[in-house]
């Protein structure tokens, strides 16, 4: 598995195998990738733009002279976190061993400094041609991947070495390029998602929207770039992550008794857990007739992050979550500002919560507040990248 929400090039070029790249698009899509596809001119006799956009769910443009003023080559060459080019013609391998940017896809390779596999696939003889094999060695040397191809029968009648890969080949390469993410590796997190839930009685209970999503996504987000990750999930009705420890609690008192005795023995705590700020005072064994149901007492829940900063020490970074209802960013960001820095918070991540937004769904809108006071306007993106996106600052605040 791969982090999810990484962004990934998919370049295709122009050979009879393009078609076997759409099955690629979504495999990729399934492991977790946000795919661009960039076709070459040449591909799209084979298989057309609407094929990609509709399957991408992207936008898909062909050229260099389309949307110029975001300036695509370059914002694409920066944007993805691998390029992987399949099928790779013979005629595209000489292009790029020399350098040539003629085209959209060539910009984007010339412009980027991200990790870049090549699957050519073309008939034996092109592929054993010394022209080939020359370029081929000249991108290896360069740190291109370049990936044999299979042997087998050709298009026509023809048999030999030149066939499109099998997947898991391709799939390998990748997670050779990207194992080196594994930049939270040795670091124990602890993960709340959720949303607790105070009892009245037997059948009623005071609870919160929250749906566990976001937490479920950063826990298995940390847990795949290789931190020992302990999930403490409240009420959330998720499908467990392999790898990953959980403990179950309903209550913020319950809540608070495993992160007093968990805290100490980590090194980041992510607060995503939706807490209620009271219970009632008098739990009621038997349920509570409605004749009987005016009024109900309760009494404030402790602040769990404040207590945390109580036990705190230096190097553990704690990350908060708020959802406010304020639609202005200025004000999101006062917000959560002054809730930053009331729980001694090194992060915190407010969501735009007005009109019942983000609750339940699978993205999300806000800001980053950084105790740096660099913030991250966040637009509207999946939780998986924003799991990413905030693991990214935690790792820089981890050092
Ligand atoms: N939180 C907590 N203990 C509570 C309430 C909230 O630890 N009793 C945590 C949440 O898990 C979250 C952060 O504090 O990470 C902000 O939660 P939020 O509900 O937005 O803020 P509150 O402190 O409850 O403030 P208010 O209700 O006034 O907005």
Same mark, same amino acid.
């Given at each position: ?207 919160n929207r929250s749906?566990?999503?976001q ?6 987000? /940390? ?24 403990? @179950? ?25 939706a807490? /209620? ?11 509570? @007739? ?31 979550f708020a959802a406010e209802t304020d639609s202005?960013?200025?004000?999101l960001? @006062?917000?959560?500002?002054? @809730? ?10 407010v969501n735009n919560v007005t009109d019942g937004a983000i609750f339940g769904s699978?993205?999300t809108q806000g ?33």
């Open positions: 598995m791969f982090p999810r929400g990484r962004k990934l090039l998919l370049g295709v070029s122009g050979g009879i195998s393009a078609y076997k790249s759409c099955e690629l698009l979504r495999r990729l899509q399934d492991q977790g990738f946000i795919v661009d596809v960039v076709p070459t001119a040449a591909s799209l006799n084979f298989v057309g733009k609407a094929t990609w956009e509709a399957l991408s769910g992207r936008k898909v443009i062909t050229d260099l002279w389309s949307d110029v003023e975001s300036v695509p080559h370059i914002s694409m060459a920066k944007e993805n976190d691998l390029i992987l080019i399949a099928p790779t013609t013979a005629d595209l391998l000489a292009k790029l061993a020399s350098g040539r940017a003629d085209d959209l896809l060539t910009n984007i390779v010339l412009a980027s400094n991200a990790p870049k596999i090549i699957v050519p696939a073309m008939h034996p003889e092109m592929w054993l041609n010394p022209a080939t094999s020359a370029n081929v060695s000249i991108l290896r040397d360069r740190g291109f991947v370049v990936i044999e191809p299979d042997q087998g029968r050709m298009t026509g009648l023809d048999v030999g070495v030149g066939r499109y890969p099998d997947l898991s080949k391709i799939f390998s390469e990748i997670q050779a390029k990207l194992q080196n993410n594994s930049d939270l590796a040795g670091r124990r997190i602890i993960v709340t998602a959720g949303g607790t839930r105070e009892p009245i009685d037997p059948v009623r209970y005071i609870g749906s566990g999503k937490g479920f996504a950063l826990a298995l987000a /940390a847990a795949t770039r290789g931190a020992n990750v302990h999930l403490i999930s409240a009420n959330a009705d998720l499908p467990e992550i392999d790898g990953v420890e959980v403990t @179950k609690i309903e209550t913020a008192t319950e809540l608070l008794s495993v992160l007093e005795a968990e805290f100490p023995k980590c090194d980041a705590l992510i607060m995503s857990a807490v /209620a700020d009271a219970r009632v005072s008098n739990y009621s064994q038997n349920k509570i @007739k409605k004749n009987d149901f005016e009024t109900m007492d309760l009494t404030k829940n402790p602040d769990i992050l404040a207590r945390i900063a109580e036990i705190k020490k230096s190097g553990q970074i704690v990350v908060g202005k960013s200025e004000n960001v @006062k917000l959560g500002t002054e @809730k930053l820095r009331s729980k001694s918070l090194d992060l915190m991540y699978d993205s800001v980053i507040i950084d105790s740096n006071e660099k913030n991250i306007d966040i637009p509207e993106i999946s939780k998986d990248t924003l799991s990413d996106i905030l693991l990214d600052q935690l790792v820089s605040k981890l050092g």
